[in-house]
């Protein structure tokens, strides 16, 4: 099959963004975001968004686009992207996905059946109204005690992949992240792969100069000014790197130097996690 998709993977703050631009101009092709919270309106400093004038007259898909308020899931992903490289295709276009969320670039490429995993409505009520009444750390928790390695996959206010992972937990007796790595996975043929890589200093000073940048470009108030439009701080665009730390320091909660500081490590940390799941990947043309 032709490989008329390219995945572009790489650790946050490499230059994905700018790197897709470029190779569509060469390619003549559009670019699909798989990134979890670009795909929320109003968070464009946090989230490190392309803006208008940087996309070059590219067209760019799946980017601010939902309300802060809404849940999106890596199973509509599947689905949107789905349906937009049939629209693609269909006008002889190259698609480039320029990948931010590890968990969506993998499911997309191994294309993983998790429709074939079983689910269980009573199971998955009982765990909500666990939620509700012990609050979602204590899922987060308990889903960290029985199998660390998928917890450290989940953002600890993600309610709906939580309970989701416990429910497998549930079903299968088994620990969630080897009930993944059981599934069969099928390897997408009509994907090529190129990995945007530096090594640790580097990825960690480009880390730093970003987030030293955001704060310049207004960050502080982009957050303030999505809670007075009236943005609970528990909305699903907040769990976004960075958000959490800005609403504790604008509560009086940590100081601003601190702040920055925690958004910086956080984003670090999150890098490495990158990392570690983009080596898993086969044929990675990294550059």
Same mark, same amino acid.
């Given at each position: 099959?032709?490989?008329?998709?390219?995945?572009?993977?790489?650790?946050?703050?490499?230059?994905?963004? +700018?790197?897709?631009?470029?190779?569509?101009?060469?390619?003549?092709?559009?670019?699909?975001?798989?990134?979890?919270?670009?795909?929320?309106?109003?968070?464009?400093?946090?989230? %490190?968004?392309?803006?208008?004038?940087?996309?070059? !007259?590219?067209?760019?898909?799946?980017?601010?686009f939902l309300s802060p308020n809404d849940h999106y899931s890596v199973g509509?992903?599947?689905?949107?992207?789905?349906?937009?490289?049939?629209?693609?295709?269909?006008?002889?276009?190259?698609?480039?996905?320029?990948?931010?969320? %590890?968990?969506?670039?993998?499911?997309?490429?191994?294309?993983?059946?998790?429709?074939?995993?079983? +689910?269980?409505?009573?199971?998955?009520? !009982?765990?909500?109204?666990?939620?509700?009444?012990?609050?979602? !750390?204590?899922?987060?928790?308990?889903?960290?005690?029985?199998?660390?390695?998928?917890?450290? !996959?989940?953002?600890?206010?993600?309610?709906?992949?939580?309970?989701?992972?416990?429910?497998?937990?549930?079903?299968?007796?088994?620990?969630?992240?080897?009930?993944?790595?059981?599934?069969?996975?099928?390897?997408?043929?009509?994907?090529?792969?190129?990995?945007?890589?530096?090594?640790?200093?580097?990825?960690?000073?480009?880390?730093?100069?970003?987030?030293?940048?955001?704060?310049?470009?207004?960050?502080?108030?982009?957050?303030?000014?999505?809670?007075?439009?009236?943005?609970?701080?528990?909305?699903?665009?907040?769990?976004?790197?960075?958000?959490?730390?800005?609403?504790?320091?604008?509560?009086?909660?940590?100081?601003?130097?601190?702040?920055?500081?925690?958004?910086?490590?956080?984003?670090?940390?999150?890098?490495?996690?990158?990392?570690?799941?983009?080596?898993?990947?086969?044929?990675?043309?990294?550059?």
């Amino acid at each position: 099959m032709k490989k008329d998709i390219t995945l572009i993977i790489g650790p946050t703050g490499i230059g994905k963004s +700018s790197y897709a631009v470029s190779l569509a101009k060469q390619k003549n092709a559009a670019i699909i975001s798989a990134d979890a919270f670009q795909i929320y309106k109003y968070l464009t400093i946090g989230t %490190a968004k392309i803006l208008p004038e940087q996309q070059d !007259n590219i067209p760019h898909y799946l980017i601010d686009f939902l309300s802060p308020n809404d849940h999106y899931s890596v199973g509509q992903f599947l689905k949107d992207v789905d349906i937009l490289i049939k629209k693609l295709r269909a006008n002889c276009q190259h698609i480039i996905i320029c990948g931010g969320t %590890a968990f969506y670039t993998h499911s997309f490429i191994y294309n993983q059946p998790f429709d074939s995993l079983k +689910s269980d409505p009573q199971i998955r009520l !009982n765990l909500t109204n666990l939620a509700k009444q012990k609050g979602i !750390n204590f899922l987060w928790e308990t889903l960290h005690q029985v199998d660390p390695e998928r917890a450290a !996959n989940i953002h600890p206010n993600n309610k709906h992949r939580i309970i989701r992972a416990l429910e497998l937990y549930k079903l299968y007796n088994k620990k969630p992240s080897q009930i993944i790595q059981d599934t069969p996975l099928t390897l997408r043929s009509d994907v090529s792969i190129i990995g945007l890589m530096g090594n640790k200093d580097i990825i960690d000073k480009k880390i730093n100069n970003r987030v030293d940048q955001m704060i310049k470009d207004g960050f502080i108030d982009e957050v303030n000014d999505l809670l007075k439009k009236g943005f609970s701080k528990n909305c699903p665009g907040f769990r976004a790197l960075g958000y959490q730390q800005v609403i504790d320091y604008l509560n009086g909660g940590i100081p601003l130097n601190e702040m920055i500081e925690l958004i910086k490590v956080k984003t670090r940390q999150y890098a490495k996690k990158q990392i570690t799941w983009y080596k898993k990947y086969k044929n990675v043309d990294w550059i």
